[in-house]
Nanobody, 125 residues
Framework: QVQLVESGGGLVQAGGSLRLSCAAS????????MGWFRQAPGKEREFVAT????????TYADSVNGRFTISRDNAKNTAYLQMNSLKPEDTAIYYC??????????????????WGQGTQVTVSS
């Protein structure tokens, strides 16, 4: 059973930056693709970014492409989401997720088996 714990959320002004971390335990982190998703109040959870097991391949939602960077450190069992040029519309709870038995990226929630508890990101205007 894989456990994921996010950290690094907070309150930031528009144009600012935050780096989220996702610490994994209880499984083989380096074998599986990871993803970040977010859910704003009153909206469905949506895809943000995904990364392959070795960190070489990444995919981003159009809304964050060029501003956010997903990465991972398999030696530390940790994934990251660097968020720059933040906008008020980026305000949401951010969740990290891990696939099970798959090294391939996915933009679909249904493809992820393990989820963290989420971390709040609030961007003020």
């Amino acid at each position: 059973q894989v456990q994921l714990v996010e950290s690094g959320g907070g309150l930031v002004q528009a144009g600012g930056s935050l780096r989220l971390s996702c610490a994994a335990s209880g499984g083989t982190f380096s074998r599986n693709a990871m993803g970040w998703f977010r859910q704003a109040p009153g909206k469905e959870r949506e895809f943000v970014a995904t990364i392959s097991k070795n960190g070489v391949r990444t995919t981003y939602a159009d809304s964050v492409n060029g501003r956010f960077t997903i990465s991972r450190d398999n030696a530390k069992n940790t994934a990251y989401l660097q968020m720059n040029s933040l906008k008020p519309e980026d305000t949401a709870i951010y969740y990290c997720a891990a696939r099970r038995y798959s090294e391939y990226r996915s933009i679909y929630l249904r493809d992820y088996t393990y989820w963290g508890q989420g971390t709040q990101v609030t961007v003020s205007s």
